[in-house]
């Protein structure tokens, strides 16, 4: 299979909330997972993958060590079900969630 992955994969095993996006309903809410991460978005493991089909809009809060609390929701939408998991991408981003090209000269000095 072709690789198609455009951005270098970070290994997490973080807690992920997901549920439908405000205004769509019913609600429904899930739990599982990060596995990897990378600056396009995550793939997430232990949902009922029959909950998921590509193209979903979800909203997603990532838990656990390193993350701030107080951090927005993320929009995200489903763009593969495998079989082990679905890998979503972020939604509405002005800039990449993740690039440090994006920091100024100061903190990211070019040597």
Not at 36 to 42: A, C, I, L, P, W
Not at 65 to 74: S, V
Not at 78 to 99: C, F, K, N, P, T
Request: hydrophobic share 40%; charged share 25%.
């Amino acid at each position: 299979m072709e690789e198609r992955r455009k951005h270098p994969r970070l290994k997490r095993d973080s807690v992920i909330r997901i549920r439908t996006p405000i205004g769509i309903e019913p609600v429904v809410r899930w739990e599982g997972v990060v596995t990897n991460m990378s600056e396009g978005g995550v793939f997430v493991a232990q949902v009922p993958l029959q909950d998921f089909c590509p193209e979903m809009a979800v909203e997603a809060e990532i838990l656990g060590e390193g993350w701030d609390h107080r951090m927005p929701t993320l929009s995200m939408k489903v763009i593969r079900v495998g079989q082990s998991g679905i890998a979503l991408v972020y939604q509405e981003a002005e800039v990449a969630l993740w690039d440090s090209t994006y920091l100024p000269e100061s903190v990211n000095p070019s040597w």
